[in-house]
């Protein structure tokens, strides 16, 4: 459904959108920006990325996931409304884990080693590019200085991860089976995601007042959808075309390409 957008500061006589036009509205932004489009991601699900080259992205992709649960706990600091802090603070128990189970961390490190990469090597993230690291402190500035609303819109990215999930898991399933053990990320954000951007979404539209402040949670989507789509980019040009790490950046070592060799 097409929707007229309007300047942040110029909404207050536009009429607000409606329920299913302001999700209409985010999910247009998903169509249009989010990272399933990107070439990276392309060239994953087509099986043409390397072993070394699926290092360097799970290595990278590290550092961001490290940060989600200091996101949420800044979120978390800065809500009012107690009820909005016991729904939210199980974001932060899904990545960190707890005594009953693992979390999203742990989960994703195993996916790291499957790709052959060393657990400390990872969690040190000594490697990670600069831009990785760059873009996922600016996700942690988003969340530190913008409106509480925006700051809960920009998590809804959330709305179109599963369908991107459920691709990535059948594709890497399919051209990549040394990974399968490394899996049970995926696997837990098939139930964990849609949860949470249910509850994001209503937060979204109880409190957005005007149509400018539906505007302005739209931009948010754009501007985490935007950080994605960078860190990508980074990957990309350092590790794909024209494959140029910066100095003391991962770089793909002999072993993972002499493995490759034996695969083809």
């Not at 140029?244 to 950046?249: D, K, R």
Request: hydrophobic letters at 40%; proline letters at 5%; a positive charge.
């Amino acid at each position: 459904m097409a929707t007229r957008t309007v300047a942040a500061g110029n909404g207050a006589n536009v009429p607000k959108l409606t329920f299913e036009e302001l999700r209409a509205a985010l999910r247009q932004v998903g169509q249009e920006r989010y990272h399933h489009k990107h070439p990276f991601h392309l060239l994953m699900h087509e099986g043409k990325l390397s072993r070394g080259q699926l290092q360097a992205w799970a290595l990278n992709r590290y550092y961001y996931q490290s940060i989600i649960p200091m996101k949420d706990a800044i979120i978390l600091s800065r809500a009012t409304d107690p009820s909005f802090r016991r729904v939210w603070r199980k974001r932060i128990v899904d990545h960190d884990g707890d005594e009953h189970r693992e979390g999203g961390i742990l989960r994703w490190i195993k996916l790291a080693e499957a790709t052959g990469l060393d657990r400390e090597r990872v969690m040190g993230a000594r490697e990670v590019l600069p831009a990785t690291r760059f873009i996922g402190n600016e996700y942690l500035n988003l969340v530190r200085t913008r409106p509480f609303l925006e700051c809960v819109a920009s998590s809804l990215t959330e709305l179109f991860s599963r369908d991107l999930i459920t691709l990535r898991m059948e594709k890497l399933r399919q051209h990549y089976p040394w990974l399968a053990s490394g899996l049970d990320y995926f696997e837990a954000r098939l139930t964990e995601a849609p949860e949470d951007a249910a509850f994001a979404l209503q937060y979204v539209v109880d409190h957005a007042a005007t149509r400018a402040e539906q505007e302005s949670a739209i931009q948010a989507l754009r501007d985490k959808c935007d950080i994605l789509w960078a860190q990508l980019d980074a990957i990309y040009f350092a590790y794909v075309e024209p494959g140029w790490p910066p100095p003391g950046a991962f770089r793909i070592e002999a072993d993972a390409k002499q493995v490759e060799k034996k695969r083809g």
